[in-house]
Structure formats: structure tokens, C-alpha cells
């Protein structure tokens, strides 16, 4: 599973590179 650090890092990525949609930051479920 990915990691917090990459969850942060991918939201921040335009979703073209791989990134999330622009939403509230929020915590993965685990």
C-alpha cells in the first residue's frame, strides 16, 4: 500500500501525471 508520503506527494502531481483530483486533504483509509 502506498504511503502517506506518496499519497501527499501523488495529490499534489496534476491528475494527467498521475495525481489525485484537488480535493480537502484527508486521511487514507486504512
Not at 16 to 29: K, R, V
Amino acid at each position: 500500500m502506498t504511503t502517506l508520503k506518496e499519497i501527499k506527494a501523488g495529490r499534489k502531481l496534476p491528475v494527467s501525471e498521475g495525481g489525485t483530483l484537488p480535493e480537502p486533504t484527508e486521511p487514507p483509509a486504512e
